[in-house]
T-cell receptor, first 115, second 113 residues
């Protein structure tokens, strides 16, 4: 029962470096999401993909890009990392289509530090 | 826009004490409401949910009632255990939001033996 798998779990970058966070789900879910978690601010949505082939900006998309590679995989890319992007990143998926509401299943998180 | 506000933490209780974590929301239409829990070093997992007014969600001794008149979804448990120590997030999903959730800032609960 893998659920939602994120890699890497930990990463340290220097300012200006790039990296990609990978996420895969094995629940045949249509929708996938990237959130960041910062102390005192809860989780904020970066990007989401309501279905394969579509992506949309969330609350805090600046400095990030995403790719919905196929139904299973949704990656998050930092092209030029900044210290303000130091955070814990969570990928999530949901089985509901547009207009639906339901449970999000989360990965274990990726802790990113930008020096 | 839609938003969720939770009570400030941390909340520190003794084992077997009564727990309330307040949550209020602002949303257009009729959102679904959720409580998620995050144990140390883990991702979030759904604790309970309610999809319409006056619904009560419950799980593992926790419960919360969807109060449309007060736009609230307070989390309660009659007798907490040390194992309930975690961060609790209130969240909403509006029907037009393509399933994405809007979270409150989280409330840390620490239960002491």
């Amino acid at each position: 029962n893998a659920g939602v798998t994120q890699t890497p779990k930990f990463q340290v970058l220097k300012t200006g470096q790039s990296m990609t966070l990978q996420c895969a789900q094995d629940m045949n879910h249509n929708s996938m999401y990237w959130y960041r978690q910062d102390p005192g601010m809860g989780l904020r949505l970066i990007y989401y993909s309501a279905s394969e082939g579509t992506t949309d900006k969330g609350e805090v998309p600046n400095g990030y890009n995403v790719s919905r590679l196929n139904k299973r995989e949704f990656s998050l890319r930092l092209e030029s990392a900044a210290p303000s992007q130091t955070s814990v990143y969570f990928c999530a998926s949901s089985g509901l289509n547009r207009g639906g509401t339901g449970e999000l299943f989360f990965g274990e998180g990726s802790r990113l530090t930008v020096l | 826009g839609d938003s969720v506000t939770q009570m400030e933490g941390p909340v520190t209780l003794s084992e077997e004490a009564f727990l309330t974590i307040n949550c209020t929301y602002t949303a257009t239409g009729y959102p679904s409401l959720f409580w998620y829990v995050q144990y140390p070093g883990e991702g979030l997992q759904l604790l309970l949910k309610a999809t319409k007014a006056d619904d009560k969600g419950s799980n593992k001794g926790f419960e919360a009632t969807y109060r449309k008149e007060t736009t609230s979804f307070h989390l309660e448990k009659g007798s907490v255990q040390v194992s309930d120590s975690a961060v609790y997030f209130c969240a909403l999903s509006a029907p037009s939001n393509t399933g994405k959730l809007i979270f409150g800032q989280g409330t840390t609960l620490q239960v002491k033996p």
